[in-house]
């Protein structure tokens, strides 16, 4: 009789032999299955909804390490800005298809109206007084970034042309709200404050800081409009607070060429190196103690973190890089890392539990077939001969209860994983929080229907060849430990 024959003739004739290591694999086999197929099923989620994402990065203070700087030494850390230069040279890589570079500062107005969206939102702006306060965001280049994606769009004038960005140019484009609610209209001038509050003379209590005797020092610019926009994309997180507050911002931002920022942040830093006696705010180049923020389109959103590993080599310490994909993620991170630790927990003991059961229960039969071994040794039989058909024996059941377990573990899988992640995530929207989402790059938002949707328990080729390999591999280890027995089987005294 041939090899394979013995096999099958053992197989199907000892079936107490047989039996018990289908059982086995069988039910561990829909653990190992079922936790692989989770992993794979948290990979594909997390790779389709960055693919749904827009790929955009920003440059921003890492946050975390601060707070925990902040934490173990009481002291605000003091760190290094990112220069223009720098950002510049991060926007040349290639992966970015586009970016933009801005300075932002605030300005003050006694006359001007902000926007508010409701008597609600206004009454929050109480504490400023009389007075309103404008954001002015520097523009970096003649091609916006905001018209150039739609963020916002002109409704009548012009952008500023490429000398007007690099000069000391004080010109604005607003919205068409802000325009409405001030009467203005292309080539009207209207002004702003530049103010140095002297928060020494605010008292505790004070309701209402901002109030003239208050003030430091101050100096007025006219602006001109030569655009007025509105905003294209909406914010929609569920939220509407959040959303309000956002559609505001946008609404009272005013565009202006970077220039004109800048000099705005570098007589703030003169007049308060002035008023708190501090000479470290005086630099040789103040324009290089400024930190500018930024924006970068990127090209593919697969080279996200090819961007991120190039631009955090040359950025300084406490600097990294954030981007839409990565912060959407971050509210639903500790739910994937729960389900999966859960999920790799389960795999490796399932692993672990089925060597040490089959090695036992292999060994076990190998002992109770000793002379039958002995015999087959003794007529001349190859040990390799027979080692081949101890393993066959075991594959065989083995291999058909691996490939039921393959297909219900993946069901029990999904039915288990769907309920824990939806519980987790508890019907939320989760919503990312970056410079450019703030800035109207969004796109951010994802609710957990969304997400639900994305995460599919399903069998591919990948799973399932996965888990076979980790299945013949356990087997294999399992049988290490009876095959070294065979090796040192001495026949003679076994028939003796």
């Not at 991060?90 to 970015?96: A, C, E, L, M, S």
Request: proline share 3%; charged share 20%; hydrophobic share 45%.
């Amino acid at each position: 009789m041939n090899l394979l024959n013995r096999v099958y003739v053992s197989v199907t004739k000892n079936l107490n032999k047989t039996i018990p290591i289908f059982f086995i694999v069988f039910i561990l086999g829909c653990l190992m299955s079922g936790a692989i197929s989770i992993q794979s099923a948290i990979s594909n989620t997390e790779e389709n909804l960055r693919h749904r994402l827009p790929p955009i990065a920003s440059i921003e203070p890492n946050h975390e390490a601060l707070s925990e700087h902040y934490d173990s030494t009481g002291e605000l850390l003091d760190f290094e800005p990112v220069s223009a230069e720098l950002l510049s040279q991060i926007g040349d890589f290639p992966q970015v298809e586009d970016y933009d570079i801005s300075m932002t500062s605030r300005f003050w107005s006694s006359d001007l109206k902000m926007y508010s969206s409701d008597d609600e939102s206004e009454e929050a702006h109480s504490y400023l007084g009389d007075r309103s306060n404008f954001e002015l965001k520097g523009v970096h280049s003649s091609r916006l970034l905001e018209l150039e994606r739609g963020v916002i769009g002109l409704t009548s004038g012009r952008m500023f042309t490429e000398d007007e960005v690099t000069s000391l140019s004080y010109i604005a484009l607003v919205s068409e709200e802000f325009a409405r609610r001030n009467q203005l209209h292309i080539g009207s001038i209207f002004t702003l404050d530049d103010i140095i509050w002297d928060w020494s003379k605010v008292p505790e209590d004070s309701t209402v800081p901002y109030v003239d005797e208050h003030i430091y020092a101050q100096r007025s610019h006219d602006f001109e409009v030569v655009g007025i926009f509105v905003p294209l994309s909406g914010f929609d997180s569920g939220d509407e607070y959040s959303d309000a507050i956002r559609e505001e911002n946008i609404l009272n931002r005013v565009f202006v060429p970077n220039p004109v920022t800048i000099e705005s942040q570098i007589y703030t830093r003169e007049q308060e190196a002035d008023l708190y006696q501090n000479v470290h705010l005086i630099t040789d180049n103040p324009v290089d103690s400024l930190s500018f923020d930024s924006i970068y389109i990127l090209s593919d959103s697969r080279s996200i973190e090819d961007f991120k590993v190039a631009a955090e080599a040359l950025l300084p310490d406490y600097w990294i890089v954030t981007d839409t994909g990565s912060s959407a993620f971050g509210g639903m991170a500790a739910s994937f890392d729960g389900l999966s630790m859960l999920a790799n927990g389960i795999f490796w003991i399932a692993a672990s539990v089925s060597v040490l059961i089959l090695s036992l229960l292999i060994t076990l039969f190998v002992l109770l077939r000793r002379r039958e071994i002995g015999i087959y040794l003794a007529v001349g039989e190859r040990r390799i001969k027979v080692i081949a058909q101890i393993m066959l024996e075991v594959l065989m059941p083995s291999l058909f209860a691996a490939v039921l377990a393959l297909i219900a573990g993946n069901m029990i899988a999904a039915s288990i994983s769907n309920f824990l992640l939806y519980a987790d995530l508890g019907g939320n929207v989760i919503t990312s929080f970056t410079y450019a989402g703030e800035m109207g790059f969004g796109g951010t938002e994802i609710s957990t229907e969304e997400v639900l949707a994305s995460y599919n328990v399903a069998l591919n080729l990948a799973t399932a060849g996965t888990f076979l390999i980790f299945v013949t591999g356990i087997i294999m280890i399992a049988t290490t430990f009876p095959m070294i027995y065979i090796l040192n089987l001495k026949p003679k005294k076994l028939l003796l």
